[in-house]
């Protein structure tokens, strides 16, 4: 099947069902759907010169910081047969989260998890699909990636203090860059001038009863304050910042300066007399933020849970994976309205939509 619609394709991954959709974005339809993938589908990136998908599995079942079974496997999907057209097995490296492709290089670039004394970026030649580097951190996990491509990426570990930054040309680590309390998502600006980072790492009360509710516990006076941080490329230092009312998680940098992050939006956890399945969650929030002095300039009400988001080159609109609801939030970014849904993996307590790719017309 080729691809369709002038305006391209969003790939939508559930980490839960082990699917992938294709959405054609000129009608919001759902337009392919790729079952049975090896779980647990997570981030994704595109590969523009092949037009192939490259999706990153993390493990086998559960979430970060369990004693889970772990993956060890880049899926590449054929964007326009909407086809998978090989695995690669990566091993003796485990848990890949964020994956990113890098055109100048030619190197499928993925951050993994300390495993059997193996750790930090992993390089994958992206035609022969052979491991060909490994770059270790000092922080025993890596989680999100941000790409300068031919230069650096720039890696966070969640609960490690640290962003790594390693030289991608001569495949060393150059310089770690403080941040008290840890990290979550990192994204380079297009140009590559910049990186920003979320920081600290997202505190949150998980209910193991079944609910699929995630709790926000009480920020005290002593843990770092949720801010976002801007990098300079060329000297690795934090440059500017915006201090932000609550936890955020997931970021994505847009064209001429404009920032989108996600807030999870988590309510305190109520009393015991309160049946916890009933319970509705709050919206979660897409924060836009003015890169030039680091200003809030709007919040969108998304879907609950939301985690990874993308946004068109024109910034006029933006979508946001649900952890909880399995859906896609459609947000309109200049009227800062929501204006649809694409289902995923809608229905469940925790539909697990997390990896999300843009794909341009063929």
């Known amino acids: 099947m080729g691809s369709t619609g002038s305006a391209g394709t969003l790939l939508v991954s559930s980490s839960t069902a082990k699917n992938l959709d294709f959405f054609d974005l000129s009608t919001g339809q759902k337009i392919a759907t790729l079952t049975d993938l090896i779980a647990e589908p997570h981030e994704m ?23 889970v079974p772990k993956g060890h496997e880049i899926t590449v999907v054929d964007v326009d047969s909407h086809t998978v057209e090989k695995v690669i097995d990566i091993t003796p490296y485990y848990a890949p989260h964020d994956v990113e492709y890098d055109p100048e290089l030619d190197l499928i670039i993925t951050g993994i998890e300390d ?4 750790r930090g970026v992993v390089l994958i030649d992206a035609e022969s699909h052979e491991v060909v580097g490994n770059v270790p951190t000092e922080a025993r996990n890596c989680h999100w990636l941000a790409l300068v491509p031919g230069r650096k990426v720039f890696v966070t570990h969640k609960e490690a203090p640290i962003i790594s930054v390693v030289d991608l040309v001569e495949r060393t680590l150059v310089a770690s860059i403080e941040v008290p309390g840890g990290a979550e998502e990192i994204d380079a600006s297009p140009d590559g001038d910049f990186v920003y980072a979320v920081t600290p790492r997202m505190k949150v009360d998980v209910d193991l009863g079944g609910s699929g509710h995630f709790f926000r516990p009480e920020l005290t006076a002593s843990e770092p304050a949720p801010r976002l941080v801007k990098i300079d490329v060329a000297t690795n230092e934090i440059v500017g910042e915006i201090a932000m009312a609550d936890y955020q998680i997931g970021l994505r940098a847009g064209h001429d300066g404009v920032l989108y992050s996600t807030c999870m939006n988590n309510m305190e956890r109520p009393g015991p007399e309160v049946d916890l399945k009933a319970l509705p969650r709050n919206d979660g929030l897409l924060n836009i933020v003015d890169t030039k002095d680091m200003s809030l300039v709007g919040s969108v009400p ?27 939030t459609v947000v309109d970014v200049r009227a800062q309205q929501r204006v649809g849904d694409l289902d995923n993996n809608a229905g469940g307590a925790y539909g697990g939509t997390h990896g999300m790719v843009l794909v341009p017309p063929a």
């Open 45 to 67: 990136v595109f590969d523009a010169g092949r037009r192939r998908a490259y999706i990153a599995h993390t493990y086998r079942e559960g979430v970060y910081d369990q004693d």
């Open 115 to 118: 495993f059997e004394g193996k």
């Open 302 to 328: 998304v879907d609950a849970l939301p985690m990874t988001t993308r946004v068109t080159q024109d910034n006029t609109t933006a979508w946001v994976a649900s952890l909880a609801t399995g859906r896609v």
